[in-house]
């Protein structure tokens, strides 16, 4: 049958779904852990970058020190971390590592997205009488929406994409799929978590690509 066609009777085995290390649980573990990961990085780098935006200073060197952590791979940190008391916190050192890799598209779309709001805008709205709060809410945000849609998008797809690192220390996520089928030189089962990590990544793309249309401000609807 090949390797596609073994992949694909592992996936349609309803006893692949089931129990601790079933598909199912193992895609729960994965995407407690993205999410988790996803919500930290959210609250670090989007308050930063569009406060920097609004204010116009200082998001340059913010963005340059963040993008710092593109250049080191994830499973660097994750081994760092592995090196010290954080390895017996469970997910932690996980989430601590996808989070670093997550930030840098946050917050550099964001910031980006409140540095391109048109200036003339800005000022028409300030001689309105609006103040900055206002100006933020109802200018600034609205304008910057699809840069920051767009952070967003990205940074969800790499965290779902590389939690698999979970794997590598014994944790859990869909990365445990394809290390136990390395383990048993299981070909079958290594491809079948690829791709299942490969199709929850576009799953999440998609429902963002979805919300982003949904909760585009003034009910607008662009192009994917």
Not at 126 to 145: H, I, K, N, W
Not at 164 to 178: D, E, Q, T
Request: proline share 4%; glycine share 12%; hydrophobic share 55%.
């Amino acid at each position: 049958m090949g390797v596609i066609g073994d992949a694909w009777t592992w996936l349609v085995t309803g006893a692949n779904w089931t129990g601790d290390d079933g598909a199912t649980h193992r895609l729960a573990e994965h995407l407690f852990v993205s999410g988790v990961a996803l919500a930290a990085a959210c609250a670090l780098a989007l308050p930063l970058a569009l406060y920097l935006g609004h204010i116009g200073k200082g998001g340059a060197l913010a963005v340059n020190i963040s993008n710092v952590g593109r250049a080191v791979p994830v499973f660097a940190v994750l081994a760092l971390f592995m090196m010290t008391p954080l390895r017996n916190s469970g997910y932690l050192p996980t989430v601590i590592a996808l989070v670093l890799f997550a930030v840098p598209p946050l917050l550099t779309n964001a910031y980006v997205g409140m540095t391109q709001v048109d200036r003339a805008v800005v000022e028409a709205a300030r001689g309105m009488g609006m103040s900055g709060g206002q100006l933020f809410l109802r200018v600034e945000l609205p304008l910057a929406y699809p840069m920051i849609m767009t952070g967003l998008r990205s940074a969800a797809v790499q965290v779902v994409a590389t939690a698999s690192i979970a794997a590598m220390v014994g944790l859990g996520g869909l990365g445990r799929i394809i290390t136990a089928g390395f383990n048993t030189y299981d070909t079958a089962q290594v491809f079948a978590g690829a791709v299942l990590v490969a199709l929850l990544a576009l799953v999440v793309e998609g429902v963002l690509v979805a919300l982003d249309r949904l909760l585009a401000p003034g009910g607008r609807r662009r192009t994917a």
